[in-house]
């Protein structure tokens, strides 16, 4: 029998929140990201300061984009191990992450993991 | 998946292993940052303008880069060979980007590692529309 993936599906979800993360990330940092754009991009962003910030803010987007599409494919593969992993690992990361900033999008991503864990358990019973 | 095919030990791990360094290298930059976090309790500690921000999410993106490395595995392993090339693709673009802004980083072995998803995935793909004719 074919699994039946959750509708909206998880990896989908993911995928929306790398691509909100990003817009947020552009209009927060629009003053470093214009000031990196200055400096002529390369070599632009030191470890430490404002800029650093925005980078290692916007850094995550991509990982978080990629990481949907591949849990999209395991939700349509049924794959519950992999499932359960990558919502277990995400909602232990974004909790440690939603304490120390509570004002965030953490909480979404929170939301999202605690699905995807129901769903992989629906998937292995 | 075949049983005659052949895959090679999967790039996948070494991206998983790059994403222990990238952690590592965090908590040896942003010491001070994690330990002012830590002792101020963590909840609500970091704003947004900040390097405990950076350091937040420098240590956070090892996290997702995990599961890239954790599900491109699975996908090789699968024979999801699609998947497998569109996240070493994204993986290799995101890596010269962070390569060309911050060249003392690990952004050129990320490009190196994800390069190698994308062959090792084609070639297996190939080896596997060879296969089938």
Not at chain 2, 70 to 88: C, K, P
């Amino acid at each position: 029998v074919k699994p039946i993936p959750p509708s909206p599906g998880n990896g989908r979800l993911l995928q929306l929140i790398g691509a909100g993360h990003t817009l947020v990330g552009t209009v927060v940092y629009r003053k470093e990201l214009r000031a990196i754009g200055r400096d002529r991009v390369v070599a632009a962003i030191p470890y430490k300061g404002p800029k650093a910030t925005a980078f290692w803010f916007m850094v995550p987007s991509t990982l978080i984009w990629i990481i949907g599409g591949l849990v999209n494919r395991a939700e349509h593969a049924g794959d519950a191990k992999a499932l359960r992993e990558a919502h277990g690992l995400g909602l232990a990361s974004a909790i440690l992450a939603a304490a120390c900033l509570p004002v965030s999008g953490f909480w979404a991503w929170i939301a999202i993991s605690l699905r995807g864990l129901y769903a992989a358990r629906r998937l292995r019973a | 998946v075949s049983a005659t095919r052949n895959v090679p030990p999967s790039p996948g791990r070494w991206l998983r292993a790059l994403t222990l360094a990238h952690a590592a290298l965090g908590a040896a930059v942003y010491r001070h940052e994690l330990r002012a976090i830590a002792a101020e309790g963590l909840f609500g500690t970091v704003p947004y303008r900040s390097d405990r921000a950076a350091a937040l999410r420098f240590i956070g993106s090892a996290f997702p880069g995990w599961l890239v490395g954790r599900f491109v595995d699975t996908a090789i392993e699968t024979g999801d060979y699609r998947s497998a090339q569109l996240a070493g693709v994204l993986g290799t673009l995101a890596g010269v980007g962070g390569a060309v802004l911050m060249p003392h980083s690990l952004s050129l072995l990320q490009v190196a590692i994800c390069a190698r998803i994308v062959l090792v995935s084609r070639g297996l793909a190939a080896e596997e529309t060879k296969a089938a004719c």
